[in-house]
């Protein structure tokens, strides 16, 4: 079945420490985000990749970092930098359409990080 | 700035009676708009989308309304079973935009 895995489901984290977030997708999808969930806040943009090897900032990229070397994987690093990482992370993926147009996306289930 | 707002943070609706969650937007380059529910702990799961070429589309018990000139998007849900109860995003995107705008979110409850 083609989906989109984010592991793990649960993880602590101590302050100071930096921690990778997975997020492998087998969809062939060109496109790869990582959001954080807050309460009342909705879904805000932290990074997001069209191709390999490349990546934009989101809304609130400060205190993480990714890489995209392969099409499938789109790790997401909370460094020590980010002041408030407790929160819940979703990954998501999506391709385009030959007129260019973006589909809407397929999301995995989601990471809860926690700083303890 | 918040390009696509949902200003209900929460609804209570008796089951068999009709949701309506409410969306708008500021952007006028947004030509397509999804709706994607969520239960705690999970990721969303996409339930229907409307074109900008559409003022309407159903699928089941779901139906989206699009105002173009008020900016405007609904969800239409009858009846509201319990199952429902979830939280509900509306999402935006451009013809040549790369990335998806989220709403803050809708917490639906259906009271049984």
């Known amino acids: 079945d083609g989906g989109i895995t984010q592991s793990p489901k649960y993880l602590f984290r101590k302050e100071g420490q930096n921690v990778t977030l997975s997020c492998e997708q087998n969809l062939n999808h060109d496109a790869m985000y990582w959001y954080r969930q807050d309460p009342g806040q909705g879904l805000r943009l932290i990074y997001y990749?069209?191709?390999?090897?490349?990546?934009q900032k989101g809304d609130i990229a400060e205190g993480y970092s990714v890489s995209r070397e392969k099409k499938e994987s789109f790790p997401l690093t909370v460094t020590s930098a980010q002041k408030n990482p407790t929160a819940f992370y979703l990954c998501?993926?999506?391709?385009?359409?030959?007129?260019?147009?973006?589909?809407?996306?397929?999301f995995g289930s989601g990471t809860r990080l926690t700083v303890v | 700035d918040q390009q696509v707002k949902q200003n209900s943070p929460s609804l209570s609706v008796q089951e068999g009676r009709i949701s309506i969650l409410n969306c708008d937007y500021t952007?006028?380059?947004?030509?397509?708009f999804l709706w994607y529910k969520k239960y705690p702990a999970e990721g969303p799961t996409f339930l229907i989308s409307i074109s900008s070429i559409k003022d309407k589309n159903e699928d089941g018990r779901f139906t989206v309304f699009l105002n173009k000139s008020a900016k405007h998007l609904s969800l239409h849900i009858v009846p509201s079973q319990p199952g429902d109860s979830a939280v509900y995003f509306c999402a935006a995107s451009a013809n040549t935009g790369n990335q998806f705008y989220f709403g803050t979110g809708t917490s639906l409850t259906v009271i049984p």
């Open positions: 952007n006028s380059m947004f030509d397509y």
């Open positions: 998501a993926s999506s391709t385009f359409s030959t007129q260019g147009r973006l589909f809407g996306y397929t």
């Open positions: 990749s069209q191709i390999v090897n490349d990546f």
